[in-house]
């Protein structure tokens, strides 16, 4: 049986703070399945005999579903119950990941990811869901809280990948992963509110054309989703690229061991996740300029991969740190704008997200081919470079 419905009670549904914590588990879960990959890419390429320029193709095409997804799925949450939403999307990401864990050539498992990421877009209808079911004056805390669920899923996605690929294969996870989103879609159909749709006069098409009319008056949506592609180039060429070099002379770890890496970056996301409540008290900007500028910096220590593990990992720390504190403030700000087209909103902000994903991985293994893993590091100190001067062009550029 459901939770009482937010669309019956005369007074607005607050959500209770099991409900979000919820919300962060499955976001965690649903989020993972779009990074599996990432440790993953070296043994597919051999498995699947590809190169390993293409393999990297793999990253890109979930990415790809993910931003259509996007761009058709999550407005949907602002035209219809958010619980048969959640809960239909959640099913559908379980049989997605059933075809990648049991495929046998490149072009089914290029099929499976892609409708792995066009699924995987439920955890933005999660964010939204959180920031409607709050006070405002708790929006980025809840957010925040979300976030954190997503991050902590991004990070850790690529040790349980890692090790379950060492004992079972790189299929093992995506079966796995398919039982227990399964069973997270049962316990969210009964326990969801129902959240009626703010927008549910409105037709499909419509909605579809509201985004893009946000997009035109909502400026802080503009300036907030092109630094949301810059530093996820950036986090995306970091993650996919260093599997490479990590796998390779003079370390030669295995999946286990490289995916041990992201429980530096979950240390450097969880110090981000405060970022929501230094929004919600005006410091927003202050909070993305130190973070963009610890971007850049970051790069310098991640550099000295092939030669210092100490170092490399003070980079990790500090790259997941601004990167997340950047996304959380960039949500808190765009919520702010507009609370009630919050589904629309995250869905045209998240595109640029997942463009600059899947570029950033793209890059990382074209550019680590040609030119080793410097010619990554200096690409991506180049896009956080941008991503600085963007936000102190826009900052200064008035309102």
Known sequence: MSVTSHSACALPYRAPGWLILLFSVASGLAVANVYFAQPLLASMAADLH???QAIGSVVTVTQAGYAVGLLL??????????????SAMMFAASLALTVVGFSGAFSALLVGMLATGLMAVVVQVFVASASALSPPGERG????????????GILLARLAAGALADLAGWRAIYRLSAALIFIMAVVLWRVLPSQKAHAQK???RQILLSVMQLWITVRVL????????LIFMSFSLLWTGLVLPLSAAPWFFSHTQIGLFGLAGVAGALAALKAG???DRGYGERTSGLALFILVVSWLPVSMAGSSMLLLIVGIVLLDFAVQAVHVT???LIFAARPEAASRLVGAYMVFYSAGSGAGALLATMTYDRWGWAGVCLTGALVSLSAFIFWLLTRYSGK
């Open 330 to 332: 960039n949500q808190s």
């Open 277 to 279: 409540r230094w929004a």
């Open 141 to 152: 805390k809840a957010v925040g809280a979300v976030t954190g669920g997503i991050v902590l």
């Open 73 to 86: 799925l999550v407005p949907l949450g602002d035209l219809i119950d958010r619980r048969w939403l959640i």
């Open 50 to 52: 590809v190169s390993t």
């Open 202 to 204: 409105r037709g499909y």
């Open 222 to 229: 503009r300036v907030r989703a092109v630094l949301a592609m």
